[in-house]
Each structure stands twice: as structure tokens, then as C-alpha cells.
């Protein structure tokens, strides 16, 4: 008798996650490598959209279900040893990393840049790169364990949501 009263209360509790969840993560983000696009999600609807530049080919930028585990401002550019903040700097002002490929965050992410001609385009090592004003507008809203979709698709980001139910 019980362990039915426990059950029901488990079952019934305001706390118990039923109704609307979201399985993508509230906040999330979708990167749809086809289109150059990334996608703020928030309560399970598309907020805001903005035009990305990706991988100089399809493997570059791996695909898949990630989490935000490291974000910086005026990060530091390791492999050509250049400070945070220099204008020089290909990752611009912010870096939010994602733990593709077991790299925690240090090796894949989203970021700035100090070449806005290249947003929209299939240029980068794998990373995904946004106009400086839009990554300082997504980094206030992401918090480290927001997860990320990165995938490549003609279907509208709606229609991948939908896909996601």
C-alpha cells in the first residue's frame, strides 16, 4: 500500500517532469550546416536565426547532439599565438565551446571573427563562425550545458524541431 501511495505521488507531484518539456534542452541551439544557419531555440520555438559560416567541407564541422562546456571572452587564439582581444584574432570576441569529437570544448565552437565576409560561406576548420554583434548577442543568452545540434538538412529549422517531438 505504500509503495502505490508513493507511486501516485510521484506520478502526480508538480515537480514530476510531465506536460511541456522540451527534449532538445530549453534553451538550444541548432546548426544546420546546409543553409549556414543557426537557430536560437527557446520554449520550443525558432527566437532567432542567424547566418553562420562552416567547415570548407561536410566532415570539417562534425555533426551530432553536443553541450556548451566552455565560453570565453576574447579568447585565446592557440595555434597562431594570438592574444584575446588583438584585431588580428580569427575567433573574434567570444568562444563558446562544444564537446565534439571528446575535445571538451577547446577545439570546436561557436565564435566571432575578424572577417565578416566569410559569414555564410564553407570556410572554416570546423568551427562555426558568426558576425562579432550576433555571437555577443547568443553568448548572454547560453549558459554552459546548453546543447547544440549541428546537422546538415534541407528541412526548415521548424521542421527539424518537429522531427525532434
Same mark, same amino acid.
Given at each position: ?22 527534449? &532538445? ?16 531555440? /527557446? ?12 567547415? @570548407?567541407?561536410? /566532415? &570539417? ?7 556548451i ?15 584575446g582581444?588583438?584585431k588580428?584574432?580569427? &575567433?573574434?570576441? @567570444? ?36 558576425? /562579432?554583434?550576433?555571437?555577443?548577442? &547568443? ?22 524541431? @518537429?522531427?525532434?517531438?
Open positions: 500500500m505504500v509503495n502505490l501511495s508513493i507511486a501516485f505521488l510521484l506520478l502526480f507531484s508538480p515537480i514530476w517532469p510531465l506536460g511541456n518539456t522540451h527534449k &532538445l534542452g530549453d534553451p538550444y541551439v541548432i546548426v544546420n550546416k546546409a543553409a549556414n544557419r543557426l537557430a536560437y531555440i /527557446e520554449e520550443g520555438k525558432v527566437k532567432e536565426v542567424y547566418k553562420v559560416a562552416t567547415g @570548407r567541407s561536410k /566532415e &570539417l564541422t562534425p555533426e551530432g547532439d553536443f553541450t562546456t566552455v565560453k570565453a571572452v576574447d579568447p585565446y587564439y592557440r595555434k597562431k599565438d594570438i592574444p582581444g588583438d588580428t584574432n580569427p &575567433l573574434g570576441t @567570444r568562444w563558446i565551446g562544444f564537446d565534439a569529437q571528446n575535445t571538451d570544448g577547446r577545439t570546436f565552437g561557436i565564435h566571432g571573427n575578424n572577417n565578416p565576409s566569410a559569414i555564410g560561406r564553407f570556410v572554416t576548420a570546423g568551427c562555426i563562425r558568426m558576425y /562579432e554583434k550576433d555571437v555577443q548577442k &547568443l553568448y548572454t543568452k547560453i549558459k554552459i550545458g546548453t546543447k547544440i545540434k549541428v546537422i546538415h538538412s534541407q528541412n526548415s529549422f521548424e521542421e527539424i524541431l @518537429r522531427s525532434q517531438e
